[in-house]
């Protein structure tokens, strides 16, 4: 297997895996293939951490890390939103998502970048460091029913990325 960022070939590729990848997930919308075309084409894209896994040239497995922000009153502050991550139902509890996320972390400290959000389940991302976005005094900007607070999550890659840091994160 191999990790390599995506390229404009991959995009109708990439369009098909995440629709039929979605079909068996736990959780979803329907729409996450939508949502990575829309990021592409917007401010939010960044192609270094808009990941494939592949294996003899299919794809296995992808992640898209895209920029938001956390705003309060006239502040913005910069960090990521990490959103889908998937790999065939085949290869799935092989560990090709963990490293999809570890190798997109790196690629992301490397390019300044300090924490990353989410909405997913916290028995799985606690692992990676995810804690609930509560615990920094920062809420989601979609309303989100008050027991699933913990599943809005955030992940320092540095120490203290978020000190001094609150507001509402624009997922």
Request: aromatic letters at 12%.
């Amino acid at each position: 297997m191999r990790i390599r960022p995506e390229t404009k070939n991959d995009f109708d590729n990439i369009y098909n895996f995440i629709k039929a990848t979605f079909e068996t997930a736990k959780v979803k919308d329907g729409h996450e293939q939508d949502f990575i075309n829309n990021t592409r084409y917007s401010d939010k894209y960044i192609p270094e951490l808009a990941l494939i896994a592949e294996k003899n040239n299919e794809i296995i497995g992808y992640i898209m890390i895209s920029k938001t922000y956390v705003e309060k009153n006239d502040k913005k502050f910069e960090v990521l939103y990490l959103a889908p991550v998937s790999v065939l139902l085949e290869y799935r509890n092989q560990g090709i998502a963990s490293k999809l996320i570890n190798e997109s972390f790196k690629l992301a400290k490397k390019l300044g970048f300090k924490s990353v959000f989410l909405a997913g389940d916290p028995t799985y991302y606690n692992r990676f460091g995810f804690v609930p976005t509560i615990n920094h005094d920062i809420k989601c900007s979609i309303p989100v029913p008050e027991e699933l607070y913990k599943n809005i999550m955030v992940c320092e890659l540095v120490p203290d990325a978020l000190k001094g840091i609150s507001g509402i994160v624009k997922m």
